[in-house]
């Protein structure tokens, strides 16, 4: 692995990691508020497995960055149009940038591979 894409996978690894907690965190606050059963299976599945995406960096790179893009896509795909209606920061907007920063990340990070 060439020395850019090692200095690349760490802060993608740290990223997805908080990602992932951050993830889980609105889930559980989705449920608090709002009683959103939703909110805490999707935050802690998708949450789970951006942490699982990241563990997997950098032994295991094709698979951890697979999982983390996929995961990164499919949040941006339920933030983005969700923001955009609405226009609420908290949470859609918030998440929206998240998962778009992680599609950025794991695409940067697959291209320095």
Same mark, same amino acid.
């Given at each position: 692995?060439?020395?850019?894409? /090692?200095?690349?996978?760490?802060?993608? =690894?740290?990223?997805?990691?908080?990602?992932?907690?951050?993830?889980?965190?609105?889930?559980? &606050? +989705?449920? @608090?508020?709002? +009683?959103?059963?939703?909110?805490?299976?999707?935050?802690?599945?998708?949450?789970?497995?951006? #942490? &699982?995406?990241?563990?997997? *960096?950098?032994?295991? $790179?094709?698979?951890? $960055?697979?999982?983390?893009?996929?995961?990164?896509? $499919?949040?941006? #795909?339920? @933030?983005? !149009?969700?923001? *955009? %209606?609405? +226009? =609420?920061?908290? !949470?859609?907007?918030?998440?929206?940038? *998240? %998962?778009?920063?992680?599609?950025?990340?794991? &695409? $940067?990070?697959?291209?320095? /591979?």
């Amino acid at each position: 692995m060439y020395q850019s894409a /090692k200095r690349m996978l760490g802060p993608t =690894k740290i990223y997805f990691i908080v990602f992932g907690i951050l993830t889980i965190a609105g889930g559980i &606050v +989705g449920y @608090f508020k709002a +009683g959103s059963v939703a909110s805490i299976i999707a935050g802690s599945i998708t949450g789970i497995l951006l #942490l &699982v995406g990241a563990w997997l *960096l950098p032994e295991h $790179l094709a698979a951890g $960055l697979t999982i983390a893009l996929f995961t990164s896509a $499919l949040l941006a #795909l339920q @933030f983005v !149009p969700k923001f *955009l %209606s609405t +226009g =609420k920061v908290m !949470p859609a907007g918030l998440m929206s940038i *998240l %998962s778009v920063i992680g599609i950025v990340m794991a &695409v $940067l990070a697959w291209m320095r /591979k």
